[in-house]
């Protein structure tokens, strides 16, 4: 293996409350495919904006060549070099396959477009990548597999010297999938730098020939010879091994009735009915890895997507109608994994996002505000969850994760609540809150409600659950008691079976 | 942030929410102070006054449907449906009063079918409202084959003309609008749930709001209001006309925006409505003073929307 071609050294960003990326450091050499591979928010995505532009990072620098290069934007991004072919292609439907081929840059002389040229060169791009594609086609009208081949004739019409592909494959079919193969293969013989996200551990070790492990927004390894790991070593990275220590084990406790009964739910995102149930007092948690459909499943338990058939009982009572409303009144509540987009409102006060769909509750008449009781259940919110802010009129925006997150959990509890559902309750927060998180949620339980969370985290699971369901692949595949939760038993049970083998 | 000093913040503060208000009265002061005939109780009550009602009383509505991240276009053509049926309905009743509330709950149908079209159907609300706009129209004129209808009736007129207290009744309707809308944004669940759902939708929805029960509300409401402003023109006109009220819809949008009312949803405060509203009634009312030609009043009612919505955003700008 060459120098490293791509160099990234010390890289930083932080967002509002979060901290993204944290001293990133690794390189990545020519004529390899290199895998970068992590759970959501793990910070892949991140990195491979600040390569494109899109994003400017707050420290460090990044070197092609050998020569130091920080993007201002997308456009000195493109020029210099770099493509990125994202999940959601960024080509026009309604144009021609040469139009989108020269996209930015068409050929012209005096303003007007050379069709000839236009038409000559279009060919001898899709030539290169080996594609029989009619060059005047309606892109629209290609098969998807064909359209991502035209992306990256796309990418190579500006000559770029480094491809990132993220998650190239997530809407292929097995012979698309194959055809994209070849043609990466091919750009890296040619010696192109190739980045390559993917949550297929099968595609990362038939494709790749390095890795490199993200995991909360830090570098945790990189393997510069793929074969030295196995994918069971590479899926511990990723959900972190150091198992215990973070979460003192409390002793089990008695737990209540049955107080979430949920039974054949299905829905969008899931591949099999889930049946599953949690006891008053209890903490069950729902493990997989990404794409295991944990999300999906609690968002159908919540009523957040509609489900298509099954039941589901809080607290004693069925929850007639799917809707997030019917599941509140009979004390079944729900916090997102996506904060910003499911969880808040941003431009309000962190009051008036404690109050968001509660105040009915304290108002005359569930009607007239009482600004008085207002404050007042906002306040008290704050002081249980000792919520760290300036003033209850604070923008809810500029608060950390954790924060956010403990201004939802306010929310949420000023509810009559005998079930939480909890989506990756400590995502993008940072350690000393995640473990007033742990506490809130033990404290919950200890109170008698039911809790059951989704996560990715191995050690989190493990500390925290009483009992842990586990979701591969849309279906819940299995449970385990707290005496028989190991990580590899969660592992075992997470991967898909035919990787679990290596 | 933390750098600036508290004096700095204060300025800060009444910039940023009280900035238009400034305007405002620099505005007015610089009126009385240069253009004869301006700070005359007259002009005051019944060239500027007067002028503002019929736009004020529609922003009321258009602050909700603004707030939740919505807009109406159909407002005109209510207004106008509203003046006709209510001039025919004095016609064919003999004059009876019942006319009034009879036609605003004509509107109010109208505003609850928008309302389902758009939340229950999920209709965008610019296409819909854009169909109902011409519909209505439509109807107006099917009321009495396209002619305006003049209207006899004077108990009906007095509401248009009758004084109380000094005012006249329009302006004591625009009043108890922006009472009442400002009660119901500020002071109810209902109004703080309209915001939150023009602020982030779904986790509006997912907090538990009833998002689509608030909007078929807000359309209601917000034609509701149109018709009343169209009632309270026609007695002052003593006059349905099918042909009037065009453009009301982006006169009131305009207000509400020059106010500060943000057009993405989530941000507006019934204080809002009232300073957008008089600024753009004061400079109509100067300009007509000046007997500034009609063309030129375009332009500069334009620039100054453009300016305010610039103002806007750089102030937003060197907030983040």
Redesign the interface.
């Given at each position: 293996m060459s120098a490293p071609f791509l160099e990234f050294e010390g890289i930083g960003k932080s967002f509002p409350g979060v901290r993204a990326l944290d001293a990133i450091s690794f390189g990545v050499g020519a004529g390899t495919v290199h895998a970068l591979i992590g759970e959501n928010g793990a910070g892949k995505s991140t990195l491979l904006k600040i390569l494109s532009g899109a994003y400017r990072a707050d420290e460090g620098l990044i070197r092609l060549g050998g020569k130091e290069r920080n993007f201002r934007n997308t456009y000195e991004a493109i020029a210099g070099g770099i493509a990125i072919i994202h999940q959601e292609l960024q080509l026009v439907d309604n144009l021609s396959v040469a139009d989108n081929l020269f996209l930015g840059h068409l050929p012209h002389r005096f303003g007007c477009i050379r069709r000839g040229t236009l038409a000559r060169e279009a060919e001898r791009l899709l030539r290169w990548v080996g594609e029989e594609i009619n060059p005047r086609a309606r892109l629209g009208s290609l098969p998807i597999g064909q359209r991502q081949i035209v992306e990256i004739a796309r990418a190579l019409s500006y000559d770029a010297k480094v491809l990132a592909f993220d998650e190239p494959t997530s809407s292929l079919s097995g012979r698309e999938v194959a055809r994209l193969f070849a043609v990466i293969r091919q750009l890296r013989d040619e010696g192109r730098v190739i980045l390559y996200v993917s949550h297929r551990m099968e595609e990362i070790f038939e494709l790749c020939g390095a890795v490199t492990v993200f995991r909360d927004g830090k570098h945790i390894e990189t393997f510069p010879q793929l074969e030295t790991v196995t994918k069971k070593d590479l899926v511990r990275l990723m959900v972190g091994r150091e198992v215990g220590g973070l979460i003192a084990p409390i002793g089990t406790q008695p737990h209540g009735g049955v107080a979430l009964d949920v039974s054949d739910v299905m829905g969008p995102g899931i591949a099999r009915p889930v049946t599953l149930s949690v006891r008053g007092g209890e903490i069950v948690g729902l493990f997989g890895l990404v794409g295991a459909g944990r999300t999906e499943a609690l968002k159908l338990i919540?009523g957040?997507t509609k489900r298509r058939s099954g039941r589901v009982q809080a607290n004693g009572r069925p929850i007639a109608t799917s809707t997030?409303?019917a599941?509140?009144r009979r004390g079944l509540a729900?916090c997102?994994e996506d904060r910003k987009?499911?969880?808040?409102?941003?431009?309000?006060s962190v009051q008036?996002n404690i109050?968001?769909?509660?105040?009915?509750r304290f108002?005359p008449l569930?009607?007239?505000?009482d600004p008085r009781r207002e404050r007042r259940n906002a306040k008290a919110a704050v002081e249980r969850f000792r919520i760290r802010i300036a003033g209850l009129s604070q923008s809810i925006e500029n608060l950390s994760g954790g924060n956010q997150q403990k201004a939802i959990l306010g929310?949420v509890l000023s509810?009559k609540v005998g079930v939480l559902l909890l989506d990756e309750p400590t995502r993008g927060i940072d350690i000393g809150a995640k473990e007033e998180i742990y506490g809130i949620i033990r404290d919950l339980a200890k109170g008698g409600a039911a809790v059951l969370f989704a996560s990715s985290e191995i050690p989190e699971v493990l500390g925290l659950s009483d009992r842990v369901y586990v979701m591969r692949e849309g279906v819940l595949v299995g449970e385990l008691t707290r005496e028989n939760a190991t990580a590899d038993a969660l592992l075992e049970l997470a991967l898909p079976q035919s990787e679990s083998a290596s | 942030m933390k750098t600036e000093s508290k004096r700095a913040e204060w300025f800060r503060n009444l910039w940023d929410n009280g900035g238009m208000v400034i305007l405002f009265g620099a505005l007015f002061v610089f009126a009385s102070l240069t253009v004869n005939n301006f700070l005359t109780q007259t002009n005051l009550i019944y060239s500027l006054g007067l002028s503002v009602t019929t736009t004020g009383i529609v922003s009321c509505g258009m602050l909700l449907c603004l707030a939740a991240g919505d807009f109406d276009l159909s407002v005109g053509s209510v207004a106008a449906f509203a003046g006709m049926l209510t001039a025919v309905l004095l016609d064919r009743m003999g004059g009876s009063i019942l006319a009034v509330p009879i036609c605003l709950l004509a509107c109010s149908c109208i505003g609850l079918f928008n309302g389902i079209i758009i939340a229950s159907f999920g209709i965008n609300a610019l296409i819909t409202t854009l169909a109902t706009m011409q519909i209505v129209r439509g109807l107006a004129y099917l009321l009495h084959d396209g002619n305006s209808l003049g209207i006899g009736s004077e108990v009906f007129a007095s509401l248009g003309t009758h004084s109380f207290l000094g005012l006249p009744v329009p302006i004591w309707t625009f009043i108890l609008c922006v009472a009442a809308f400002g009660f119901l944004l500020h002071m109810t669940v209902f109004g703080r749930n309209a915001l939150a759902i023009g602020g982030n939708r779904e986790a509006a929805r997912l907090a538990g709001i009833p998002t689509v029960r608030t909007k078929i509300a807000i359309f209601t409401l917000q034609s509701f209001l149109a018709g009343l402003a169209g009632v309270v023109s026609a007695a002052q006109q003593q006059l349905g006309d099918p042909k009037g009220m065009v453009g009301l819809e982006l006169r009131v949008i305009s207000a509400c925006v020059l106010g500060g009312v943000s057009l993405t949803g989530g941000i507006g405060s019934i204080h809002h409505v009232i300073v957008g509203v008089l600024i753009m009634g004061t400079v109509q009312n100067i300009m007509d003073l000046k007997s500034v030609p009609t063309f030129y009043q375009y332009l500069i009612s334009g620039a100054i929307l453009l300016a305010a919505v610039l103002l806007d955003r750089l102030k937003r700008r060197s907030v983040a």
């Open positions: 919540y957040a997030p409303t599941s509140l729900w997102p987009a499911e969880g808040i409102v941003p431009m309000a008036d109050n968001l769909g509660v105040r009915h108002s569930g009607f007239v505000i929310r509810h | -």
